[in-house]
Structures are given as C-alpha cells and as structure tokens.
Nanobody, 130 residues
C-alpha cells in the first residue's frame, strides 16, 4: 500500500505562485508514474500533470501548460507541483495520484484517466482570488 499526503495549498492572489508537495510512504514510488488532478466544486476531477517513474518525461493539461511544472525526487519519495501565474479558474482541491508504471505505456496514457489511478492523496485546497 502507498499513502500519499499533499501539502502546500492555500489562498493566493491571481498571478501568484504556490508549490504543492506530495509525500509518499508505505513503499517506494520509484516504480510508479505520479501525477496531480484537481476538482472544482460541481465539476469532475480533471487531470493536471504527470511525471514518469524516472522523472524523464512529463505531461500537462493544456490549461496549465507553461504555468505549472511537475517534478519528483525518488530518493525522497516526493513529488512537487510548482504553480505559477495562477488564475481564479485554477481554484480547486488538488489531489496527488500514483499508478504503477507499465512497460511500453507512456506516462500520458498511464495517468490521464482518474479511473485508472492506483492511489490517491486526501487533497489540498488551492484558492486563487481575483
């Protein structure tokens, strides 16, 4: 079992930045693709960003491309999401996600669907004021 704990959420003005952290425990996540999803009130959970097990490949939703950066450190069992130029529409609960990496399957295919995720964190609230 893998436990994921997010931190770093909060209230920020539009144009500001936040850095989310996801600390994994229970077992190493070095064999897992990792990612972030978000869910705004009344909306479905949506994909935000993903990073391959090695950290060598990343994938972003069009809505955050160029503004958000995902990174990981397998030695620390931690994943981060740096969020810059935040907009009010980025307001949501952000969830860390993990799915076991599959040979020959790109991180995009492995992580983009919330239905295929193996482990979820409890979420952290991000609120961007206008």
């Amino acid at each position: 079992q893998v436990q994921l704990v997010e931190s770093g959420g909060g209230l920020v003005q539009a144009g500001g930045s936040l850095r989310l952290s996801c600390a994994a425990s229970g077992r190493t996540v070095s064999s897992y693709d990792m990612g972030w999803f978000r869910q705004a009130p009344g909306k479905d959970r949506e994909f935000v960003a993903a990073i391959s097990w090695s950290g060598g490949r990343t994938y972003y939703a069009d809505s955050v491309k160029g503004r958000f950066t995902i990174s990981r450190d397998n030695a620390k069992n931690t994943v981060w999401l740096q969020m810059n130029s935040l907009k009010p529409e980025d307001t949501a609960v952000y969830y860390c996600a993990a799915r076991f990496a599959r040979f020959g399957v790109t991180v995009e295919r492995n992580m983009v669907s919330s239905e295929r995720i193996d482990y979820w964190g409890q979420g952290t609230q991000v609120t961007v004021s206008s």
